[in-house]
């Protein structure tokens, strides 16, 4: 059996962004690195967008940035604007391109294309599992991510935010390509917490979302006859559909952490990177990944690499009403986003803001539905 210092079980967005930070320190030549992946990540399966204020080594595969951004419902539009952050969009393959060309400059670390069926530690080393071949390495990184976890429990509720996307180019030049439709609740909610979200990219190019935070997944016709609805909505008479993407978010306080062993991590969704009341990751993983490279520098046992803060909390809250009241999620965002400063609202997602920046956000929010929420979690 082939032995490897570190296996990466899974390899995409939180796999290569940390082997990126080891290849960056420059402190990880001496370790053989293994990537394996049932998917040769050679195309583009995701794009990524997050809000940024600071120029970031990500910035040169920067495809499209936005400095307004417009949160909408049944009842009134807000503009909102941007700064000092920027609405940033990457795309997963010019991602996969950066890292893997870096990656092939550097002899210690290898990629296999391969399944994996199974991974342990066993003693003071871990074996991992392929369809092809089996292999032994000192530690693990896990991204794979394993929905049965989640699902076998009920202490954290598992809401999923799930979507599909159509990259259109129209006929009629309908977008402003310096404004990201952000949350668009004006459509039908149907009991659940439905919106669009639209990126243009130019006055007649786009990707349009259709977006729920629900337990169950619909569909696939349903997702994409509201699209079509929306289109016709915007003026749009004639479009071509150039590329689809789809996804699911978990969105969840499971503690994912507590799986970590001495020698296997989990990270990216796997380790409860995502944002819950979110679902965005991509942030997270550049400050994770970084913390994660930075801890093995001088720690060896992975059980110590955590910790939960406030947000972790209000993001609890956030998923038991969300979960428990799935309609109103229109109405708890909009509260949020019709008065609010934005800026903050960024800060408070970003997980930047102070105590007291913190209660002036959730000032905003539906009282009687969050004080409920805590006390549930207090006393039940
Ligand atoms: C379409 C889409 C759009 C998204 N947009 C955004 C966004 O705009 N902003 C944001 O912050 N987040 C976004 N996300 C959420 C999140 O950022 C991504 O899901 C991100 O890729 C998560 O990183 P990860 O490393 O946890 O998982 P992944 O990037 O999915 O990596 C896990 C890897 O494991 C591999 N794998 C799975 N099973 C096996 C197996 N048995 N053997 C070997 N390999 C396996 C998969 O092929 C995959 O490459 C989006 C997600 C999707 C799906």
Redesign the pocket.
Known sequence: MKNYDYIF???????LMTVYEMILSGKFSDKTILL????P?KSN??????WDDKISKYDSIIFKKWNFALFADENFRRNLDLKPYQYKMIRGLDFYNLIFDTISKHQNIHFYN????DFEEVGNHCVVK?ELENYTCNKIFN???NANLVKSQTKYPLLQQHFI?WFIKSKQSVFNPDCATFMDFSIEQKGNTRFMYVLPTSQNEALLEYTLFSKELLPKEEYETEIHNYIQKLGITEYEIVEK?????PMTSYEFWKSNTKNIVN????GG??KAST?????N?TKNSKDLVQFLRSENDFTKFHKTDKFWFYDLLFIDVLYKNNELGSKVFSSLFEKGNPTLIFRFLEEETSFYEDLRVIWKCPKGLFIKALLRRIFV
Do not use: M, P
């Open positions: 079980t899974g390899c995409g967005l939180s796999a394996l992946d049932g998917n990540k399966d995701r794009t990524w967008c997050f391969q399944k994996v069926v392929t991204s794979i991510f996307g993407e789809q996804g699911n978010i990270i990216g969704s796997a990177w995502t679902g965005f990751t991509f942030k993983v």
